[in-house]
């Protein structure tokens, strides 16, 4: 029985446009002073939070191979016990250094994100008891994105939990899977690419 | 923390008959920006159901007042000062209470402030042209703003924009982000803007035109428009029994 019905539609989705910098990451956009001059979601890291201190460089293509650069990107993740800062978390208190949520423009110049972060905890897979390896939600929106687009980000040392991981093994064309997994750097530096078309197209989810 | 626990296990599932599909010819911008493969369907686990927590304290008192968010002391921008306000809800017409809500837009001339926006539509001093708001009780919002002109873009060869507000939505999970854009009732530039029209379902760009409020305006002051904003609902459980807009 459904107590309480779907009553309104969601909202159609409407391209971000050229300018979401403007909204999102206005110092970007060339509005240094406005919001006391940072953006939300600038810093993810104090010096407090607990975990394994990593960086994240990558850049997103679009079908012709070129960088784009008006594009924002938005990470969404637990913290290094697996837990999230949500009022939906309700399996332990998370790190209140912590707020799991970053966003970085893509750098209008030269289309390069990058986020300093920690990695991850593991948490469990929907309602199971079964572990997902450490990943980080990631959230794309841009001109010419007509409805935004969620994917994630594993971790390329993970070579064991990658490989029983439940979403990655749901994947139908498991030669998609390492547009998942991120490249590792020197320590603690992962590159992470996303490709909106063509060879080598990221894993796009519908969540 | 200012976000109420989402009610349930999930939400109920993306309707993509009312969101335009990746690729649109149309609009030319989306041609090599389309995925082309399908997308993987996962259920909403913990880490779609939670989503970020915006507190008050992380505002200011100003932000969600474009008029004054960006002029100079006793200064204002030039244009049709305009409130727009509303609720913002889940499919099930539950307010979302706490919610980070952005805005960005053209000034009256047509122009946005930024270093790519070439447009001879003069830039405004006065007008920044973003905002940003909380959610109050039962999810309402407003913003102070004044009405952004249209604007011609690279598209076809006259091709213009509609006067809109771009609109940046989160509600408690992750999975309802959401960027959608406003546009005004009476409009006649909506019906023939190829970005509207990558809309698929016609009757659903109603739902992204605000309504003309003589009802809430400030009297030889300021115009108002409604403009309610609905994201993805929660599906109720069976644990859920409290009484309808808890
Ligand atoms: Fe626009």
């Known amino acids: 029985m459904t107590l309480f019905p779907k009553i309104h539609q969601e909202l159609p989705s409407q391209t971000a446009g050229p300018y979401v910098h403007i909204g999102c990451t206005p110092q970007m956009a060339g509005l240094e002073t406005i919001y006391g001059g940072s953006h939300l979601g600038s810093k993810m890291v104090n010096e407090n939070t607990l975990g ?94 007509n409805l935004g687009l969620h994917t994630r980000m594993y971790f390329p040392e993970e070579v064991e939990a990658n490989a029983e991981d439940p979403v990655l093994n749901r994947l139908e064309h498991q030669n998609r899977v390492h547009t998942l997994i991120a490249k590792p750097l020197e320590d603690g530096m992962y590159q992470f690419d996303i490709v909106l078309q063509g060879e080598n197209e990221t894993v796009f989810f519908d969540i | 923390m200012t976000n109420k626990p989402p009610s349930s296990g999930g939400f109920f599932p993306r309707n993509f008959q009312i969101h335009p599909p990746a690729y649109t010819p149309d609009y030319k911008s989306s041609v090599a920006r389309s995925p082309k493969l399908a997308l993987v369907s996962i259920g909403n686990g913990i880490s779609e159901i939670a989503g970020p927590v915006f507190g008050h304290e992380e505002l200011g008192p100003t932000d969600n007042d474009l008029i004054q968010n960006y002029s100079a002391k006793g200064q204002s921008p030039i244009g049709e000062r305009i409130i727009v ?45 973003c905002g940003r708001t909380i959610t109050g009780e039962d999810g309402q919002y407003e913003f102070r703003t004044i009405k952004p002109g249209p604007y011609p873009w690279p598209n076809g060869i006259n091709d213009w924009r509609p006067s809109h507000i771009h609109f940046s939505l989160f509600g408690p999970g992750f999975s309802q982000r959401l960027i959608t854009q406003m546009y005004f009732e009476g409009d006649p530039l909506i019906k023939i803007c190829p970005i509207v029209n990558t809309i698929p379902d016609k009757e659903a760009i109603g739902l992204l035109i605000a309504r003309l409020d003589m009802a809430n305006t400030i009297p030889m002051d300021t115009l108002a428009y409604e403009f309610n904003l609905v994201l993805r609902g929660c599906r109720s459980t069976m644990f859920e029994n409290r009484p309808e807009g808890n």
Do not use: C
């Not at chain 1, 784009?68 to 837990?83: F, N, P, R, S, T």
């Not at chain 1, 978390?89 to 110049?109: A, Y």
């Not at chain 2, 809800?89 to 919610?99: N, Q, V």
């Not at chain 2, 980070?100 to 930024?114: C, D, F």
């Open chain 1, 52 to 145: 394994i201190r990593i960086s994240i460089s990558g850049k997103i293509f679009d079908g012709t191979g070129t960088p784009i650069k008006d594009g924002i990107i938005e990470l969404w993740q637990a913290d290094a016990q697996g837990l999230f800062h949500s009022p939906a978390e309700n399996r332990g208190k998370s790190d209140l250094n912590f707020q799991g949520w970053g966003r970085q423009p893509t750098d209008i110049l030269t289309g390069e994100f990058h986020f300093d972060t920690i990695k991850p905890g593991r948490i469990p897979y929907l309602s199971s008891n079964k572990l997902q390896a450490p990943f980080i939600s990631i959230w794309v929106a841009a001109r010419g994105i």
């Open chain 2, 85 to 129: 306000y509303g609720r913002l809800m889940d499919e099930r017409g539950k307010g979302i209470e706490g919610a980070l809500i952005e805005i960005w837009q053209a000034n009256s001339a047509g122009r946005y402030r930024h270093t790519k926006d070439k447009y001879i539509g003069p830039l405004d001093p006065n007008f920044g042209g």
